[in-house]
């Protein structure tokens, strides 16, 4: 079974600073999507940005970024010029490209942004 | 862009009583929903995969008799925490794949409902 880890389980970062979060997968899969998911103090859940594994390039959405290692196994986050408004718990996630639309989710890290 | 509905988005109800979370795709249709469980500052639980016109799928651990859930349309699906206990208190969340290109879909979550049992 896929399991995705996230061992920060709080960050901080000073406003317009960039802030990393790290996320680790495990799957034998080699065909599968990866996501970056926020949950703002609102619980609405928003797709912040996606990977699909066989794409080298890393997927970049305006401020969010990610650095995928494939063989490694690592998919971070880099949030840039952080926004007030980016204060909130992201959830990484693993999706099998083969196996249906099931999510299978890390732990969470709350970030919190200071002014 | 797609959206899912949730109804009610909170819930107060005595122990022992029956409660039903409603999950809608308002401008598409859904063959498959998934039901989340969330207790705070923790991660999403999975709890069952919704299949319209057939049995949900419940992973591991969750209790079917407990938890009843009904895809009765491509639009529609319910939760009903039956004989809810204290226990049950928590936040659930739909969700709702879309299809937004050949092959490819989208999860579409729903904003939640919050239980609190009695």
């Known amino acids: 079974a896929q399991t995705v880890t996230q061992s920060q389980p709080e960050m901080s970062v000073q406003e317009a600073e960039t802030v990393t979060l790290s996320c680790t997968y495990d799957?034998?899969?080699?065909?599968?999507?990866l996501f970056w998911y926020k949950q703002p103090p609102s619980r609405q859940m928003i797709l912040v940005i996606r990977?699909?594994?066989?794409?080298?390039q890393n997927a970049t959405e305006n401020r969010f970024s990610v650095n995928f290692q494939k063989a490694a196994k690592s998919f971070s986050l880099k949030i840039s010029d952080s926004q007030l408004g980016d204060a909130a718990m992201y959830f990484c996630?693993?999706?099998?490209?083969?196996?249906?639309?099931?999510?299978?989710f890390g732990a969470g890290t709350i970030l919190r942004v200071k002014s | 862009g797609a959206v899912v509905s949730q109804h009610p988005s909170w819930v107060i109800c005595k122990s022992g009583t029956s409660v039903k979370i409603e999950c809608r795709s308002l401008?598409?249709?859904?063959?498959?929903m998934f039901w989340y469980r969330q207790f705070p500052k923790q991660s999403l639980m999975l709890m069952a995969t919704s299949n319209e016109g057939s049995k949900a799928t419940y992973e591991q651990g969750v209790e079917k008799d407990k938890f009843l859930i009904n895809h009765a349309s491509l639009t529609l699906s319910t939760l009903t925490v039956t004989s809810a206990h204290p226990e049950d208190s928590s936040f659930y969340i739909c969700?709702?794949?879309?299809?937004?290109?050949?092959?490819?879909?989208?999860?579409?979550f729903g904003p939640g409902t919050r239980l609190t049992v009695l």
């Open positions: 990977q699909e594994a066989y794409k080298q």
């Open positions: 996630a693993y999706r099998s490209s083969l196996y249906g639309n099931k999510l299978v």
């Open positions: 799957t034998s899969e080699s065909d599968y999507y």
């Open positions: 969700s709702a794949p879309r299809t937004v290109r050949s092959s490819y879909n989208e999860q579409f």
């Open positions: 401008d598409f249709q859904a063959t498959t």
